[in-house]
């Protein structure tokens, strides 16, 4: 069961920490996005005049961005603004060219900064073009793109959800939709979400096609295949394995949950946000709270995903369990007033208190004791679960040895007892004989030595 369990974890803390760097990083993708005759300008820019403008995206690796100008005057520096759609955060770097009156200027964005942008994202982008006189002209903001164009992608409209994917039978796309819609229409009536806003999921069918899409993971935690997905909230977009219906809702659900709290709402700790994607997925089974609560760190500590495969499965089966019982023994119009107490910028402490009487240190406490479910399953040792075929062959090679070591000893023990006892003074070397020895020596000392 934990095995299964750790099949639909996500790491949408970590990812959205690493996308709030990502303005600074590099964009990829196989497509050739735009490559268009600029028709409108925002500021004017004397005798400036914008050519054309181009984004070549090659997935993964390059984004060669180009920009062709002319002028009365020479074009004496370019600089290209961008962000991530969805950040207000703009960077800026500056393309190579040769200052003429006409030039093309281009910049592989990945040769200026390094890190990771997930697929499906879009950049915003635009450029400041300054002449010799000091005139300066400011394109309009265009869109790129960055899509996976390793595979041919097809997309349905589910309720708010846009997804993509991809080498999926009809039949299985058909059957997780009809019960998509159900689910979907589900969160949004919990969260009060009615419209909620548009979002994007991008469905991978092979976890060898997501090495080079989702984020580094340790190397642990990607032997054990702990991550199935990633949900991005600024960028209202997340990245999954599988045409999974408890996938796909529970990834949807942490970007619905970061609708619900607004921009006003205070940094939301992992067991709430973790737990409540949980719970939305049908597929989750909840264990009791006295039969978690020995093995799993205090509520008030959990508010970041970390630690080992292990810990993290024991994280997510506590975080969940919460969450159910605040909804299932308080209600849910309770929990709906508990997250417009977050929404207006209240503490999860003031918010628990305003509404249900108690703070996190005595949800923990109540949800020890009172909390229903299932037994939890006991624990396994760390890195349990189906041993590979090397740790098989390893295992049967010690063994094999381990005989070999003992039918070598008892061989010799059994030779001994059998081979006649023998002078102990036969064969002897010269130096180990003493009848050999010259005792006339002046210094007593035998010959092997000096």
């Given at each position: 069961?934990?095995?299964?369990?750790?099949?639909?974890?996500?790491?949408?803390?970590?990812?959205?920490?690493?996308?709030?760097?990502?303005?600074?990083?590099?964009?990829?993708?196989?497509?050739?996005?735009?490559?268009?005759?600029?028709?409108?300008?925002?500021?004017?820019?004397?005798?400036?005049?914008?050519?054309?403008?181009?984004?070549?995206?090659?997935?993964?690796?390059?984004v060669d961005m180009s920009l062709t100008a002319q002028g009365d005057a020479d074009i004496v520096e370019v600089r290209l603004f961008y962000r991530i759609?969805?950040?207000?955060?703009?960077?800026?770097?500056?393309?190579?060219?040769?200052?003429?009156?006409?030039?093309?200027?281009?910049?592989?964005?990945?040769?200026?900064?390094?890190?990771?942008?997930?697929?499906?994202?879009?950049?915003?982008?635009?450029?400041?073009?300054?002449?010799?006189?000091?005139?300066?002209?400011?394109?309009?903001?265009?869109?790129?793109?960055?899509?996976?164009?390793?595979?041919?992608?097809?997309?349905?409209?589910?309720?708010?959800?846009?997804?993509?994917?991809?080498?999926?039978?009809?039949?299985?796309?058909?059957?997780?939709?009809?019960?998509?819609?159900?689910?979907?229409?589900?969160?949004?009536?919990?969260?009060?979400?009615?419209?909620?806003?548009?979002?994007?999921?991008?469905?991978?069918?092979?976890?060898?096609?997501?090495?080079?899409?989702?984020?580094?993971?340790?190397?642990?935690?990607?032997?054990?295949?702990?991550?199935?997905?990633?949900?991005?909230?600024?960028?209202?977009?997340?990245?999954?394995?599988?045409?999974?219906?408890?996938?796909?809702?529970?990834?949807?659900?942490?970007?619905?949950?970061?609708?619900?709290?607004?921009?006003?709402?205070?940094?939301?700790?992992?067991?709430?946000?973790?737990?409540?994607?949980?719970?939305?997925?049908?597929?989750?089974?909840?264990?009791?709270?006295?039969?978690?609560?020995?093995?799993?760190?205090?509520?008030?500590?959990?508010?970041?995903?970390?630690?080992?495969?292990?810990?993290?499965?024991?994280?997510?089966?506590?975080?969940?369990?919460?969450?159910?019982?605040?909804?299932?023994?308080?209600?849910?119009?309770?929990?709906?007033?508990?997250?417009?107490?977050?929404?207006?910028?209240?503490?999860?402490?003031?918010?628990?208190?305003?509404?249900?009487?108690?703070?996190?240190?005595?949800?923990?406490?109540?949800?020890?004791?009172?909390?229903?479910?299932?037994?939890?399953?006991?624990?396994?040792?760390?890195?349990?679960?189906?041993?590979?075929?090397?740790?098989?062959?390893?295992?049967?090679?010690?063994?094999?040895?381990?005989?070999?070591?003992?039918?070598?000893?008892?061989?010799?023990?059994?030779?001994?007892?059998?081979?006649?006892?023998?002078?102990?003074?036969?064969?002897?070397?010269?130096?180990?004989?003493?009848?050999?020895?010259?005792?006339?020596?002046?210094?007593?000392?035998?010959?092997?030595?000096?």
């Amino acid at each position: 069961m934990l095995q299964s369990f750790y099949s639909l974890i996500t790491a949408r803390i970590t990812a959205r920490t690493t996308l709030r760097r990502a303005v600074f990083l590099p964009l990829a993708g196989a497509f050739i996005v735009a490559l268009s005759t600029v028709s409108s300008l925002s500021a004017a820019g004397g005798g400036i005049e914008v050519v054309a403008t181009g984004a070549e995206v090659d997935f993964p690796g390059n984004v060669d961005m180009s920009l062709t100008a002319q002028g009365d005057a020479d074009i004496v520096e370019v600089r290209l603004f961008y962000r991530i759609v969805g950040s207000r955060i703009w960077a800026y770097a500056y393309p190579d060219f040769e200052p003429s009156n006409r030039i093309t200027a281009r910049l592989n964005l990945t040769g200026e900064v390094s890190g990771y942008l997930p697929p499906g994202a879009e950049v915003e982008y635009y450029y400041e073009i300054t002449d010799s006189e000091g005139n300066m002209l400011r394109t309009e903001p265009s869109v790129v793109e960055y899509s996976d164009t390793r595979f041919d992608w097809e997309e349905i409209e589910i309720g708010p959800l846009t997804l993509h994917y991809y080498d999926q039978p009809d039949s299985r796309v058909r059957a997780v939709t009809r019960s998509l819609e159900f689910d979907l229409e589900r969160l949004q009536k919990l969260l009060h979400l009615e419209p909620a806003g548009k979002i994007k999921g991008i469905i991978y069918s092979r976890r060898s096609d997501t090495l080079a899409a989702f984020p580094r993971q340790s190397r642990t935690t990607t032997e054990q295949q702990t991550f199935q997905g990633f949900a991005f909230q600024e960028l209202s977009l997340f990245l999954g394995l599988g045409m999974n219906r408890g996938l796909i809702v529970h990834e949807a659900a942490h970007l619905l949950f970061g609708q619900a709290m607004g921009d006003g709402a205070l940094s939301t700790p992992a067991w709430l946000d973790e737990g409540f994607a949980s719970y939305m997925d049908p597929s989750s089974r909840v264990y009791s709270g006295n039969t978690l609560s020995s093995r799993t760190n205090p509520l008030r500590t959990m508010n970041s995903v970390t630690g080992t495969p292990h810990a993290i499965g024991a994280f997510y089966q506590k975080s969940l369990s919460v969450v159910a019982f605040l909804i299932n023994e308080f209600g849910e119009p309770d929990f709906q007033q508990f997250i417009a107490q977050l929404r207006r910028g209240e503490t999860v402490d003031a918010s628990l208190t305003n509404v249900y009487g108690f703070n996190v240190d005595g949800l923990d406490a109540r949800w020890a004791g009172e909390a229903p479910g299932a037994p939890a399953p006991a624990p396994s040792a760390p890195g349990s679960g189906n041993p590979s075929l090397i740790l098989f062959f390893n295992s049967w090679l010690l063994g094999g040895l381990m005989l070999l070591v003992l039918a070598a000893v008892s061989i010799q023990f059994v030779a001994s007892k059998l081979r006649p006892a023998r002078n102990p003074e036969e064969g002897l070397q010269p130096w180990e004989d003493p009848d050999l020895w010259d005792d006339d020596q002046d210094d007593g000392e035998g010959p092997y030595e000096r």
